[in-house]
């Protein structure tokens, strides 16, 4: 059997995928295809750090080791050849803590920030619940693939003078991997405007097509570059809340530690994380050829038992796109027929800032039978109003 297969028992009292969705989409029983969380276990060598440093019973107050930095500052050279010093490693609980620090770090209320939508929610929030206002550069569509528009950002950024850019790299939810001509284009476009990027690379180790360009190593970019960097979705530990930011100018490092504020690490999930990045490759590579499986697996049942459903096959990340709008439904039938009739949660598109709506996004890391199960019942709910050839609004 393959690992990824496995039987874990997931629906915990205290899962936010498995428990909150039922609470959260209002539904019972929901089989949760929704936040970035994975079914699987974490590497072993994970679990076997985490029950040392259990048994060795201490729990008193953490700091950052330095041979923890050193081995992220490692597995960025191994992984993605990027060479970074440790000392310009910073911890953070967490990549949204990141994101809402380099906000209010790098503007002050009132200034302009680019996000490319459709884009991870709370890159919005960060803006505009920091009284800042939000300029919107969307993803334009070129061939069935989601791409940038660096024409539309130039215009933007003459218009709105905007000297903040938040880059999501691998992109949640496109699925992109950026190509160096999209990412020389917008560096360029850095350059000639003066902006500072706070780069959010937490889905960079889960490539499953191309190359990940780290944005801070294209030439003259580390200087103007703040990014962002996790264990959490790579090795999924996500409830152990650890990210660090890689900042190596000296004024970008001082304005994000004084935004950022004092952040208590916990030892355990320093210890999970340094047994992640030293021994957790074997499992990371075992774990993207399953989740490549998982994803050309759910764009064939989709393409055979959904037809009309525009799938966005990722180039990164386990979390699949899809457009359902041929279909003719309105956001709100598409819930209810996800959660009333499918009873699956997944993520609405209207969560993703703009350019959403009629979309979903599907968590593909899960074992196999899960996901075959979910988009058995989805194609089910939806394909039952093709067939009935009624629309829902007019039941
Ligand atoms: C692009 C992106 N950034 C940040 C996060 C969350 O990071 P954290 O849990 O470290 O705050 C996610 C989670 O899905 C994400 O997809």
């Known amino acids: 059997m393959n690992r990824f297969d496995n039987t874990i028992e997931l629906r915990r009292p205290d899962s936010l995928k498995w428990s909150g969705a039922d609470v959260l989409f209002k539904g019972e029983d929901l089989l949760p295809l929704w936040v970035a969380d994975m079914d699987f276990e974490p590497p072993a ?89 939000l300029v919107l550069n969307p993803l334009k569509i070129e061939q069935g693939q989601y791409r940038m528009d660096l024409d ?62 780290p944005f801070a190593s294209l030439p003259g970019m580390a200087e103007r570059t703040a990014t962002f960097i996790a264990p959490s979705k790579t090795f999924n530990l996500a409830g152990l809340h650890t990210s660090f930011a890689v900042v190596p100018d000296e004024g970008l490092k001082k304005a994000l530690i004084d935004a950022l504020g004092h952040q208590d690490p916990n030892p355990l999930s320093l210890a999970a994380a340094e047994a992640a990045y030293r021994e957790g490759e074997e499992w990371l590579e075992a774990c993207l050829a399953y989740l490549r499986a998982n994803a050309a697996f759910a764009a064939g049942y989709l393409a055979e038992r959904l037809p009309e459903a525009i799938v966005y096959v990722p180039e990164a990340t386990y979390l699949l796109w899809v457009d359902l709008r041929p279909l003719g439904l309105s956001q709100a039938d598409i819930g209810r027929l996800l959660v009333q009739e499918a009873r699956v949660a997944v993520s609405g598109g209207s969560a993703f800032v703009s350019e959403g709506e009629g979309r979903v996004r599907i968590n593909l890391a899960t074992r196999r039978a899960l996901l075959e199960e979910g988009l058995s019942r989805i194609a089910k709910a939806l394909g039952a109003v093709r067939t009935n050839g009624e629309h829902p609004a007019q039941q």
């Open 45 to 133: 060598p994970v679990l076997e750090a985490l029950h040392r440093r259990v048994d060795a019973g201490l729990f008193t107050y953490a700091v950052i080791p330095p041979s923890l930095l050193e081995a992220v500052a490692a597995w960025l050279d191994n992984r993605l050849k990027w060479r970074v010093e440790p000392r310009d490693l910073l911890y953070a609980s967490g990549v949204v803590t990141l994101l809402k620090a380099a906000v209010r770090a790098y503007s002050q209320p009132g200034d302009s920030i680019v996000v490319q939508p459709p884009v991870y929610g709370p890159f919005a929030e960060a803006v505009t619940g920091q009284g800042r206002e």
């Open 152 to 213: 539309d950002l130039e215009a933007k950024l003459k218009l709105t003078g905007a000297k903040l850019l938040l880059l999501c790299s691998p992109h949640n939810p496109a699925g992109r991997v950026w190509s160096a001509e999209e990412l020389s284009g917008l560096a360029e476009l850095c350059r000639i405007y003066g902006v500072t990027v706070a780069s959010d690379e937490i889905h960079a180790d889960l490539i499953l097509k191309g190359v990940h360009t």
